[in-house]
């Protein structure tokens, strides 16, 4: 099953980092996701591939234990934690990256295509998980 959560979890990071190149490229965001890198001395004059090198590996890592939490989630249907779950991700990414002091500026302040995505790779996620949780099992 190790195997499976690291494969699944490489493909959603990808996807992820590609649509975060792309909501980038056209502006869909008011932030650059490789902002990051500005507070740290050794990334700041960093190559740009470099950057966006270590966001992939911390959205990997982020991945990897999303899968895994999902299984905690295998009762309910996955519409709706998938939902839940993106959202409550989104709103909080959206919150530590705005810096916004209040809940009402970072709900104005929200980007619809950066919650869809988050969405979305956190249902491909969940699915996954509890698909292959159903098709071997722990306990085999």
């Not at 960093?46 to 966006?52: G, Y």
């Amino acid at each position: 099953m190790k195997g499976l959560a690291i494969s699944t979890s490489f493909a959603a990071a990808v996807v992820t980092i590609i649509m975060f190149k792309i909501l980038d490229l056209f502006h869909f965001i008011k932030w650059n996701p490789v902002g990051f890198s500005n507070t740290f001395q050794a990334l700041k004059d960093s190559n740009a591939f470099i950057k966006w090198g270590i966001l992939f590996i911390i959205v990997w890592a982020a991945s990897i234990v999303l899968y895994y939490i999902s299984l905690l989630f295998m009762k309910i249907p996955v519409a709706i934690t998938s939902i839940v779950l993106g959202l409550l991700i989104a709103f909080a990414l959206e919150w530590i990256i705005l810096d916004a002091h209040s809940i009402e500026k970072t709900i104005k302040k929200m980007s619809i295509p950066f919650v869809c995505i988050i969405i979305l790779s956190t249902r491909f996620l969940m699915e996954s998980a509890i698909f292959h949780a159903q098709d071997k099992p722990l306990s085999k």
